[in-house]
């Protein structure tokens, strides 16, 4: 014997509850971002995560890096670029296995560099969906 579909929301309504459907609640996720110890890269160079997932990054290597999402700080106009309304924000020099982790709560493309090694090619990007 089994209860039909109405005659149960009808009962959970009694109760004051609803049957309609809830939104999924995603996880947010920690996505990790190296830093090169050969080569002055950012490894992945790219990221796609979503809004509320955070991104870690480590310097194994033993010379300074940084993160750096501040263009005031570049030298290369549009090797750090943030979505409209976002504030600059930088790790600082970070030593070896020195982390730093951002939040990221705005959608867009966020453009950054490490300052030591920018000429170098050293920059990244990560996409917040």
């Given at each position: 014997?089994?209860?039909?579909?109405?005659?149960?929301a009808?009962?959970?309504?009694?109760?004051?509850l609803?049957?309609?459907?809830?939104?999924?609640?995603?996880?947010?996720?920690?996505?990790?971002v190296?830093m090169?110890?050969?080569?002055?890269?950012?490894?992945?160079?790219a990221v796609?995560?979503?809004?509320?997932?955070?991104?870690?990054?480590?310097?194994?290597?033993?010379?300074?890096?940084?993160?750096?999402?501040?263009?005031?700080?570049?030298?290369?106009?549009?090797?750090?670029?943030?979505?409209?309304?976002?504030?600059p924000?930088?790790?600082?020099?970070?030593?070896?296995?020195?982390?730093?982790?951002?939040?990221?709560?705005?959608?867009?493309?966020?453009?950054?560099?490490?300052?030591?090694?920018?000429?170098?090619?050293?920059?990244?990007?990560?996409?917040?969906?």
């Amino acid at each position: 014997m089994g209860i039909h579909r109405r005659t149960a929301a009808k009962m959970l309504a009694g109760f004051g509850l609803s049957v309609t459907a809830m939104p999924a609640f995603a996880q947010a996720k920690t996505v990790e971002v190296s830093m090169g110890r050969a080569k002055m890269v950012f490894l992945p160079v790219a990221v796609t995560i979503k809004v509320g997932d955070t991104v870690n990054w480590t310097n194994p290597a033993v010379v300074l890096h940084s993160v750096t999402f501040d263009p005031a700080k570049a030298t290369k106009p549009g090797n750090v670029v943030l979505p409209a309304g976002v504030a600059p924000f930088d790790s600082g020099e970070m030593a070896q296995d020195a982390t730093f982790s951002h939040t990221f709560t705005a959608k867009g493309t966020y453009k950054y560099i490490c300052t030591m090694h920018e000429a170098m090619g050293m920059v990244g990007t990560v996409t917040v969906t």
